[in-house]
């Protein structure tokens, strides 16, 4: 075999095997409406990132509720949860959200966004055991300073909506230091819904004003599984008439559906 076909070769090998993702922007205003914010996309089938605003999409902010995702897979990880439904009791203690005010498990806290539930979990953990996995997984800035219970709360702990996509990429593909159960187990409790091959995650996080308890900043992170492929996504909005992260994923699922990645009636 000649040298320069074998050059050849090794070239269309490695030039496959390394092609560079694409990246592309994508006015979505329309969708997002009064509201201003940044939208994040890792679209695989294409390795193609999309994205709304992207001089926003490395700006980092706390991950607020958005954390839940990972101190879940922390939780199982290190035993402190033994599964979904690994369940704490309720303190007595009246909360202003009326889903908290009861015994949670993990599936429930995760769902209700339940604060108290993942505190306790954040103190059975333990600072030390968080300042040795959390710098592996490389989640934003990795500050935990803030201290153990309140780290991601609008606090010392930031990410950006990049890295936001890139850590849900890395947990699809199994590329996270967790047990792949603990990653079934999470990837299932961050589940919306299934519309026949088609499966929706998410989950929501929210930064408020402590003086007038009104939402300042709203996340809405997740996927979706299709039989074409796997849709990374992750939507902030930091200004406009509540701005949470039940309007995040109202705005998310607007843009999904305008990808046509959702079906319209999600």
């Known amino acids: 075999m000649k040298p320069t076909y074998i050059l050849y070769l090794l070239v269309l090998l490695f030039g496959r ?62 035993g402190v949860a033994s599964g979904a439904d690994f369940t704490l009791p309720w303190d007595g203690t009246r909360r202003s959200i009326e889903t908290w005010n009861q015994d949670q498990t993990l599936r429930s806290a995760f769902s209700a966004s339940c604060v108290w539930y993942y505190q306790a979990l954040a103190t059975r953990i333990g600072l030390e055991r968080y300042q040795q996995i959390i710098p592996k997984v490389g989640y934003g800035n990795n500050d935990l300073t803030g201290g153990v219970t309140q780290f991601w709360l609008q606090s010392s702990l930031t990410i950006s909506p990049d890295e936001q996509v890139e850590f849900l990429r890395r947990l699809h593909t199994r590329k996270l230091p967790f047990a792949a159960k ?80 959702l079906p319209k009636h999600e």
């Open 182 to 261: 603990h990653v079934d187990t999470v990837l299932d409790i961050m589940t919306l819904s299934r519309t026949g091959e088609t499966v929706f995650r998410g989950k929501t996080g929210s930064a408020f004003d402590a003086k007038r308890n009104v939402p300042t900043l709203g996340w809405f992170i997740g996927s979706v599984t299709t039989p074409s492929g796997l849709y990374l996504f992750a939507t902030r909005i930091t200004s406009g008439e509540n701005p949470s992260g039940i309007t995040a994923r109202k705005i998310t699922e607007s843009i999904l559906s305008t990808l046509n990645i």
């Open 17 to 78: 095997a390394f092609a560079a993702e694409t990246s592309v922007e994508r006015d979505l205003s329309a969708e997002f409406g009064s509201y201003s914010g940044v939208f994040v996309l890792y679209d695989e089938p294409q390795q193609r990132w999309l994205r709304y605003q992207p001089e926003q999409s490395q700006t980092r902010t706390s991950p607020c509720s958005t954390f839940k995702v990972l101190n879940s897979l922390i939780a199982l990880e290190t």
